[in-house]
């Protein structure tokens, strides 16, 4: 099983990027993806989930109008596309699947900064 995020990087506030997470080694259309974040010296928060991809998603208040999650699940791929973004936005970001078991990734750096 392997969750593999990409898409991190140094990005200016206001700025956008967009992460993506690419599963392997299990079922992905029947899975719950979500990613989390973790600030640098805090603990890991939620902030955002999908289910199917006709479901809401949902969003943590802290990013809600910003950021827009989506799977492609011919891919089995979730992304996570961030605007306007703020230097709070600072974190590793990880990738989480609820499936048969629960499965995460390595994470992938974004750094907002100018």
């Known amino acids: 099983v392997r969750l593999v995020e990409s898409g991190g990087g140094l990005v200016q506030p206001g700025g956008s990027r967009r992460l993506s997470c690419t599963a392997s080694?299990?079922?992905?259309?029947?899975?719950?993806m979500t990613w989390y974040r973790q600030p640098p010296g805090k603990e890991r928060e939620w902030v955002a989930n999908?289910?199917?991809?006709?479901?809401?998603?949902n969003y943590a208040d802290s990013v809600k109008g910003r950021f827009t999650i989506s799977r492609d699940n011919a891919k089995n791929t979730v992304y996570l596309q961030m605007n306007n973004l703020k230097p709070e936005d600072t974190a590793m970001y990880y990738c989480?699947?609820?499936?048969?078991?629960?499965?995460w990734g390595q994470g992938t750096q974004v750094t907002v900064s100018s």
């Open positions: 080694g299990f079922t992905f259309s029947p899975s719950v």
């Open positions: 999908i289910a199917r991809p006709s479901s809401s998603p």
């Open positions: 989480h699947a609820i499936g048969r078991g629960t499965y």
